[in-house]
């Protein structure tokens, strides 16, 4: 599987910026799939996840501003970033399982993408 993430950019905070990620080699319909970010120093941390009857979980410092969702007939992962704030600034990586469920944890997904970067300005 390869997923290919759009590309990020730079936005002023409260700002809005949409990743998308596409998947190809397999169909992830049936899969967990997610959204991590990292900044440098840190470990690499969940944003989002959503399993494949589409349930989510979302971090704390992204509820209410952040969507996550899924398009199967496209292969396709979303990421709408609403009334964003300078300490969204980081590297995104979309992510499939090979499982269905739900899980937070970095080590479920076996699948990454390249990354993408997003600077907020404040």
């Known amino acids: 599987v390869q997923l290919q993430a759009s590309e990020g950019g730079l936005v002023q905070a409260g700002g809005s910026l949409r990743l998308s990620c596409v998947a190809s080699?397999?169909?992830?319909?049936?899969?967990?799939m997610g959204w991590f970010r990292q900044t440098p120093g840190k470990e690499r941390e969940f944003v989002v996840v959503?399993?494949?009857?589409?349930?989510?979980i979302y971090a704390d410092s992204v509820k209410g501003r952040f969507t996550i969702s899924r398009d199967n007939g496209k292969n396709a992962l979303y990421l709408q970033m609403n009334s964003l704030k300078p300490e969204d600034t980081g590297v995104y990586y979309c992510?499939?399982?090979?499982?269905?469920?739900?899980?937070?944890?970095?080590?479920?997904?076996?699948?990454w993408g390249q990354g993408t970067e997003v600077t907020v300005s404040s």
């Open positions: 992510a499939t399982s090979r499982l269905r469920g739900l899980s937070v944890m970095r080590e479920y997904y076996d699948y």
């Open positions: 080699g397999r169909t992830v319909s049936n899969s967990a």
């Open positions: 959503i399993n494949w009857v589409s349930t989510t």
